[in-house]
């Protein structure tokens, strides 16, 4: 992700329902976890995940961030940033309890390499909680604009993480309920990335919708513009 387009993250990623929810998400996979456990946060982009591991969950948070803004915005926030390619590690093995990589794999060419690296650098019954953005046929000027070199299929992601040696726990799609207009908005209005601050009802509005899957499996089955994954590092 370009510059302008993490400068634009970073002034809405607070209230904008869609990062909200996908905070809420990520603390309900945390609290799974003890405190001070090691956590990892793959593009972390402006350290807004990691801040919430670490100061509201108080876990001990690592950032990984390639680009010059993020890593001065995670240092801004006194995080533990490292400045390099997910794709090659600069990190023991088995050191780390979870790994998160959250709409990071679909900016990289090279996303076996990372997954590989999250199967190496996990401990023994670690977790990891991945997303991306699902359905190719999906694909408009948002993805250019935002640095997306592919959307997944179900079956395409599955593979990936299988043949990194990790085993799928969970797998769902996500944001189904709004599913229908997003569809809308990706085709009807084609005009660059969707990173905006919608008014301040609707945006109210669209994470009460959103919210509502957090209950009830059976959202998960029904199609929607990410996938979520979670997958833990067994004994081979």
Same mark, same amino acid.
């Given at each position: 992700m370009n510059k302008d387009e993490l400068s634009s993250l970073a002034s809405i990623e607070e209230k904008h329902w869609w990062f909200k929810e996908r905070r809420e998400l990520l603390r309900l996979w945390a609290l799974t976890f003890a405190t001070s456990s090691q956590f990892l946060d793959i593009g972390?982009?402006?350290? &807004?995940?990691?801040?919430l591991l670490r100061d509201e969950l108080g876990m001990q948070v690592t950032a990984i961030e390639l680009s010059d803004f993020g890593v001065a915005a995670c240092l801004e926030k006194n995080l533990k940033v490292i400045q390099i390619s997910a794709t090659q590690l600069p990190l023991l093995s088995e050191s780390f309890?979870?790994?998160i990589a959250m709409d990071v794999l679909e900016h990289i060419q090279e996303d076996v390499?990372?997954?590989?690296?999250?199967? &190496?650098?996990l401990k023994l019954n670690g977790s990891t909680f991945i997303t991306v953005p699902a359905f190719p046929f999906m694909w408009s000027d948002h993805d250019v604009a935002v640095g997306h070199v592919r959307r997944y299929t179900k079956s395409e992601i599955v593979d990936k993480i299988e043949q990194s040696g990790l085993t799928i726990t969970s797998l769902r799609y996500w944001n189904s309920l709004l599913f229908p207009f997003a569809l809308t908005s990706r085709f009807l209005f084609r005009n660059g990335a969707d990173l905006k601050m919608p008014p301040a009802l609707l945006n109210s509005l669209l994470f009460y919708v959103v919210s509502k899957e957090r209950v009830g499996s059976y959202f998960g089955w029904l199609p929607g513009t990410s996938l979520l994954i979670k997958a833990v590092k067994q004994p081979h």
């Amino acid at each position: 992700m370009n510059k302008d387009e993490l400068s634009s993250l970073a002034s809405i990623e607070e209230k904008h329902w869609w990062f909200k929810e996908r905070r809420e998400l990520l603390r309900l996979w945390a609290l799974t976890f003890a405190t001070s456990s090691q956590f990892l946060d793959i593009g972390a982009g402006v350290g &807004r995940q990691s801040l919430l591991l670490r100061d509201e969950l108080g876990m001990q948070v690592t950032a990984i961030e390639l680009s010059d803004f993020g890593v001065a915005a995670c240092l801004e926030k006194n995080l533990k940033v490292i400045q390099i390619s997910a794709t090659q590690l600069p990190l023991l093995s088995e050191s780390f309890d979870a790994i998160i990589a959250m709409d990071v794999l679909e900016h990289i060419q090279e996303d076996v390499d990372v997954l590989n690296e999250i199967e &190496r650098v996990l401990k023994l019954n670690g977790s990891t909680f991945i997303t991306v953005p699902a359905f190719p046929f999906m694909w408009s000027d948002h993805d250019v604009a935002v640095g997306h070199v592919r959307r997944y299929t179900k079956s395409e992601i599955v593979d990936k993480i299988e043949q990194s040696g990790l085993t799928i726990t969970s797998l769902r799609y996500w944001n189904s309920l709004l599913f229908p207009f997003a569809l809308t908005s990706r085709f009807l209005f084609r005009n660059g990335a969707d990173l905006k601050m919608p008014p301040a009802l609707l945006n109210s509005l669209l994470f009460y919708v959103v919210s509502k899957e957090r209950v009830g499996s059976y959202f998960g089955w029904l199609p929607g513009t990410s996938l979520l994954i979670k997958a833990v590092k067994q004994p081979h």
